[in-house]
């Protein structure tokens, strides 16, 4: 091929490059609502957090929170050794447990890398697992019909380019002045860091086929922190979309307010209370199960299925999604209290993810009673009562204004006998002595078309 042709194929790239990036920057709110629909209507997904950190096994942030040295953390890069990895029992558990996408951390903030990168030797296929871990975690989770999402950390504690700031290990003690942090940097090179990053996120955007969605985390701008600039926010993201123009990004690489930057607000950890304030906007809260994201073996504080399936049905009834994070083992396992909350999840969602799949929040004429939330799915009409407490004898909708033709139980479509009251302003549900066999149940109101 002449020169003279491959530089006309060259520019002709080029020019088409540049059109689709001027494209995505494009995007309307109409084309936005069509390439986040499954995400709105899936409404439900499993984050993985596991590294090297799960070794340690008390939190993702244990080399910041005991100020690790690189030469102290390297035994866990030489004991990592997951001979229970397998990720298609992962994936068959979150199918079970009704969750529509998966988010795996390709590489956390200690700058481990589960994948197989050109740009480090700080990854997986170095370490006793000797191959590329995303690799076999895409494979398992699109075989069983689940999107595939990566977590990637903007933050690299490992890397020896990235700035030590507030939350470095390496960080000094307190109010030292800016000299020692300045000496402390003298030989790191954020712009080189910045390269790194785009390459990686490069590599994981271009090898591993269709990504649903992209999970950058996190900025921290202010004195000896970091924000766009550090992370080179803006031609990240439209290498991004240059590359996965489908895909679903976060709300963390700090361009509040650019234009098809950020596509989810991210509320993370925060109470089922907090959730009403997030409504009308696109959003989705991230939980875990205990405090911890990455596997913590001594922590206690595990929330009941209760509580989970509160954060999941609440979050649906203010329009919104629910991530819920599983801390594999050092092993590659999920332990006993990971099974056992998304066996609990699975026995509910089977009979009742109909309140949840393609639903939202309610029209404003009903108001939910207390003790319920209620859900809304506005293709079918349907109308879902969630009984966080069940209550005796009956329950009343005030303002139904004969809006509903008929009542069951979602989980076994039994019918419940209704009567109108207040002039017929008045729901009143009839409901059995005896709770059903599930920890919230649900009535599903059918209403006139
Ligand atoms: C916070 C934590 C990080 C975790 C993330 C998940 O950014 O620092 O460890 O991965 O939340 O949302």
Redesign the pocket.
């Known amino acids: 091929m002449t020169t003279k042709i491959k530089l006309t194929l060259v520019l002709l790239f080029l020019a088409f490059s540049t059109f689709a990036q001027e494209k995505q920057r494009s995007e309307s709110p109409a084309q936005k609502e069509k390439r986040m629909a499954w995400w709105e209507d899936a409404r439900f997904g499993m ?1 993985i ?1 596991w590294g090297l950190y799960s070794l340690p096994a008390r939190h ?2 244990v080399r910041s929170h005991e100020k690790i040295s690189d030469k102290a953390y390297q035994v866990y890069f030489e004991n990592f050794n997951p001979v229970d990895f397998n990720p298609v029992k992962w994936a068959k558990e979150a199918k079970a447990a009704g969750m529509k996408y998966a988010v795996l ?1 390709t590489k ?2 200690e700058g481990f890398v589960l994948f197989d990168s050109k740009y480090t030797d700080y990854k997986a296929p170095n370490t006793q697992a000797k191959r590329d871990l995303v690799r076999e975690y895409v494979n398992a989770f699109r075989a069983q019909g689940i999107k595939i999402g990566f ?1 990637y ?1 903007l933050i690299d504690w490992h890397h020896p380019d990235f700035t030590i700031d507030r939350f470095h290990p390496l960080r000094p003690d307190d109010n030292k002045p800016d000299s020692v942090w300045d000496n402390l940097n003298k030989n790191r090179n954020m712009a080189r860091y910045r390269k790194y990053l785009l390459n990686q996120v490069t590599e994981l955007l271009t090898n591993y086929g269709k990504i649903d969605i992209l ?1 950058l ?2 900025s921290y701008p202010g004195k000896h922190g970091k924000g766009k600039d550090d992370w080179g926010s803006v031609e990240l993201l439209k290498q991004v979309r240059r590359l996965q123009p489908g895909i679903i990004v976060d709300n ?1 690489t700090d361009l509040k307010g650019y234009k098809n930057a950020e596509d989810f607000e ?1 509320p ?1 950890q925060v109470g089922p209370e907090e959730l009403m304030k997030y409504r009308g906007k696109t959003w989705e809260t ?1 939980q875990t199960f205990s405090g911890s ?2 596997y913590f073996r001594d922590e206690k504080s595990w929330k009941t299925p209760k509580q989970l399936l509160d954060l999941l049905i609440t979050s649906v009834a203010n329009g919104g999604n629910l991530i819920l ?1 599983v801390g594999p083992t050092a092993r590659g396992e999920f332990d006993y209290r990971a099974d056992n909350a998304l066996d609990s999840i699975a026995y509910w969602m089977h009979a009742n993810n109909s309140s949840i799949y393609h639903c939202t929040y309610a029209p404003k004429e009903f108001v939910a009673p207390a003790n319920t939330r209620l859900t809304y799915n506005k293709e079918t009409k349907r109308l879902y009562v969630h009984l966080m407490e069940y209550p005796s004898g009956t329950i009343k909708l005030v303002g139904a204004k004969k809006m509903v033709r008929y009542a069951q139980f979602l989980h076994d479509n039994s019918e419940l006998k209704i009567t109108w009251d207040n002039e017929g302003d008045d729901l009143i549900i009839n409901l059995p002595t005896d709770k059903p066999p599930y920890i919230i149940p649900v009535i599903e109101l059918i209403l006139n078309k």
């Open positions: 984050f957090h993702e942030w951390t956390h903030h977590y950390s999970w985390d996190f963390r991210t993370e991230c994201w990455g994070n």
